[in-house]
């Protein structure tokens, strides 16, 4: 299994948000092919007209990847017509208890699985043929630091992080053998509408443009787990290796509650 020098068609789901943007901007470059894909026309072409700017060539997909046929149709076909070398599956969704304890709400508990677990599954499962096809490719997973030990505040949103961590780790070890990377990718708190929305203190808070250039430079060295920021990373790490009851604790403590 080997790693290109450098990525030079790209496909990126969730496009649009906070570190999807970033990424694309980070990998536009003359004879760079970026797939872009985003529910926001609008903020979808607005960023194909930066990367473009900087002389990349751009392709577009308007779409909700909930919608796992059309999702799957367009990837098998855009997997025919470009070689992909790295596919970023980053789109997602969150959603919280409500403030008056009552939980959460059991519509956006449904959008939530269905865009962060089941439509993260279908881009990986319609994109590996074409690379298994030619025995390389590389695929990245955005999972979470919250997928290592659940917040009260943010249950369904820690377990859809956790399964996608939980996926790409059982994906890799038997697609090294094909010849394919795959690399779980584990942000903390990142600037960005979505992270803005989620209650709770947000400490280490990274910029959009910090995080992608950390997530660009672990998927060049094919790390398994591209985790930061530190000590955050850590500190979460611990609180899944810690006694249940002593890592509720903590979260109680430091007012996740």
């Known amino acids: ?28 470059g003359p004879g760079q092919c970026l797939i872009l894909q985003g529910r926001n026309a609008d903020g979808l072409a607005q960023l194909a007209a930066r990367c473009q700017a900087l002389g990349a060539r751009v392709v577009t ?23 992909i070398d790295l596919v970023i599956v980053n789109a997602g969704v969150n959603t919280h208890v409500k403030a008056d304890g009552s939980g959460e709400d059991w519509a956006a508990v449904q959008a939530l699985i269905a865009t962060n ?40 949103y820690c377990a859809s992080k956790a399964a996608l961590k939980a996926y790409g780790e059982a994906l890799r070890g038997g697609l090294s053998v094909q010849g394919i990377c795959v690399n779980v990718v584990m ?13 709770g203190p947000k400490p280490f ?10 997530i660009q430079r672990g998927l060049a060295r094919n790390q398994a787990r591209i985790s930061f920021p530190f000590p955050l990373n850590l500190g979460t790490w611990f609180l899944a290796v810690l006694p249940p009851s002593w890592s509720t604790r903590i979260l109680q403590w430091l007012h996740y509650a």
């Open 1 to 28: 299994m080997s790693l290109p020098a450098s990525p030079k068609t790209i496909l990126i789901t969730g496009a649009t948000g906070g570190i999807g943007s970033a990424l694309a901007i980070a990998y536009a």
């Open 61 to 83: 997909q308007v779409l909700d990847v909930r919608q796992l046929e059309a999702l799957t149709a367009w990837l098998h076909q855009v997997s025919a017509q470009e070689r």
């Open 117 to 156: 677990v089941l439509a993260a599954m279908a881009t990986v499962t319609a994109v590996l043929p074409a690379m298994r096809s030619r025995g390389a490719g590389q695929v990245a997973l955005v999972s979470s630091l919250a997928a290592y030990f659940g917040l009260p505040i943010t249950p369904s």
């Open 187 to 199: 942000p903390g708190y990142v600037q960005s509408p979505m992270c803005t929305d989620m209650p």
């Open 205 to 214: 808070l990274w910029t959009a443009e910090k995080a992608a250039l950390a």
